[in-house]
């Protein structure tokens, strides 16, 4: 056996990115172990529509259900647990001091701020939910690493939310900042760092990453 420790995923939300966390996870495990081996996972996968139809409106109730997701998961033993959305981080640092969890947590938002420092980008393009893009979360999170961080135009923002509204749902058609943040776990799958002449920073795949390296001791 590989001796991994088992990584607890609570996905679900939304389902395509799902798929991502344990396609990387997987990957990693090959690339760092060869032969047949594959990742230690645990995967709760909930439905999202209860937390997802309380935007934007009743966010003040998201906490507790991701508190009841969260204790479901952790009840069956993983070694570390990672959230598998961007959005709810928020809700989770709401209610982290109550939980005192004793297994650690990968913060998806604290990955990407130190992935953008290991790259030495400074001024990051956030892209992601409109939500994300407006609500001011992600942008205070990234600049307790030190980052400047711009967002598009209202227009723009209406756009790019209208194609994670599709992604989310499985539909995937295919300057002024030195580095993008895709800061939604759906975008990444209809852009890349081949899309884009600069830094391309996939906070689902440094969050995938840091726990990988924790559950093969190699962090």
């Not at 999202?48 to 952790?74: G, K, M, Q, W």
């Amino acid at each position: 056996m590989s001796g991994l420790k088992t990584i607890g995923l609570l996905g679900g939300t939304s389902w395509p990115s799902t798929i991502e966390y344990y396609r990387i996870l997987n990957e990693l495990a090959q690339e760092t172990l060869g032969g047949f081996h594959s990742a230690s996972i645990l995967l709760r996968s909930i439905d999202y529509h209860d937390i997802r139809s309380r935007y934007p409106d009743r966010t003040a109730e998201i906490p507790a259900l991701l508190e009841r997701e969260i204790a479901a998961l952790v009840r069956v033993g993983p070694d570390c647990l990672v959230i598998c959305n961007n959005t709810l981080h928020k809700a989770f640092d709401f209610i982290a001091p109550r939980l005192a969890l004793p297994i650690p947590v990968f913060h998806i938002l604290e990955a990407a701020g130190r992935a953008a420092r290991a790259l030495e980008l400074r001024r990051l393009l956030l892209l992601g939910t409109k939500f994300t893009m407006e609500d001011g979360y992600y942008h205070r999170g990234l600049e307790r690493f030190d980052l400047e961080v711009t967002t598009p135009d209202e227009a723009e923002r209406a756009a790019i939310q209208q194609i994670q509204s599709q992604l989310a749902r499985g539909i995937v058609h295919a300057g002024s900042v030195d580095g993008v943040v895709l800061a939604c776990t759906e975008l990444p799958l209809a852009l890349g760092q081949h899309d884009c002449g600069i830094p391309v920073i996939n906070p689902t795949e440094v969050q995938c990453r840091e726990a990988f390296a924790f559950a093969a001791g190699v962090g």
